[in-house]
T-cell receptor, first 112, second 109 residues
Framework: DVKVTQSSRYLVKRTGEKVFLECVQDMDHENMFWYRQDPGLGLRLIYFSYDVKMKEKGDIPEGYSVSREKKERFSLILESASTNQTSMYLC???????????FGPGTRLTVL | QKEVEQNSGPLSVPEGAIASLNCTYSDRGSQSFFWYRQYSGKSPELIMFIYSNGDKEDGRFTAQLNKASQYVSLLIRDSQPSDSATYLCAVYNNNDMRFGAGTRLTVKP
């Protein structure tokens, strides 16, 4: 079974704080993704990574950065949190043999 | 812009009925197609994937793909109240996965 874990299920932060969301996988997959999900807007890709130290921008990278220092770990960083970054954040890993993505449990972030 | 369109619903069916969920996509080069189920407050979980035209069955679920019409559907037979969730369609092409916004299904006892 694919296992993807995220550091927090719920997080409350203040405007201007630096926020770290961490995602860890146990399946040795190269591809990892960060999405945010908002009502009516569906899943939107923020960043993805195909390998250690590699990153690519998704559709909505503004206000975010990522770090992948080890294969199993992909971090999403909000440099200065804003209220419009209140959302559900989902990490996914990609199985290249089937093109399938598997999701972690998600982090619901509230920025006050 | 590559788009994946789903009727947002809610779609309501009685217990034991067949639920039919539909999805259209704009990228003709799409190679792989997925259905995810998402319970309220939870993350999406994979139900099934389909690559070729036609039907693919897995238990009570059947995925149908028609690439010429750029259409993929999910049928749920003998619907149960536990099937009540939002169903996301996803379409993959060349390292790019696109998700629909989802259809909310309610199965009434």
């Amino acid at each position: 079974d694919v296992k993807v874990t995220q550091s927090s299920r719920y997080l409350v932060k203040r405007t201007g704080e630096k926020v770290f969301l961490e995602c860890v996988q146990d399946m040795d997959h190269e591809n990892m993704f960060w999405y945010r999900q908002d009502p009516g807007l569906g899943l939107r890709l923020i960043y993805f990574s195909y390998d250690v130290k590699m990153k690519e921008k998704g559709d909505i990278p503004e206000g975010y950065s990522v770090s992948r220092e080890k294969k199993e770990r992909f971090s999403l960083i909000l440099e200065s949190a804003s209220t419009n970054q209140t959302s559900m954040y989902l990490c996914a890993i990609g199985d290249t043999s089937t093109d399938t993505q598997y999701f972690g449990p998600g982090t619901r972030l509230t920025v006050l | 812009q590559k788009e994946v369109e789903q009727n947002s619903g809610p779609l309501s069916v009685p217990e034991g009925a067949i639920a039919s969920l539909n999805c259209t996509y704009s990228d003709r080069g799409s190679q792989s197609f997925f259905w995810y189920r998402q319970y309220s407050g939870k993350s999406p979980e994979l139900i099934m994937f389909i690559y070729s035209n036609g039907d693919k069955e897995d238990g009570r679920f059947t995925a149908q793909l028609n690439k010429a019409s750029q259409y993929v559907s999910l049928l749920i037979r003998d619907s149960q109240p536990s099937d009540s969730a939002t169903y996301l369609c996803a379409v993959y092409n060349n390292n790019d996965m696109r998700f629909g916004a989802g259809t909310r299904l309610t199965v009434k006892p």
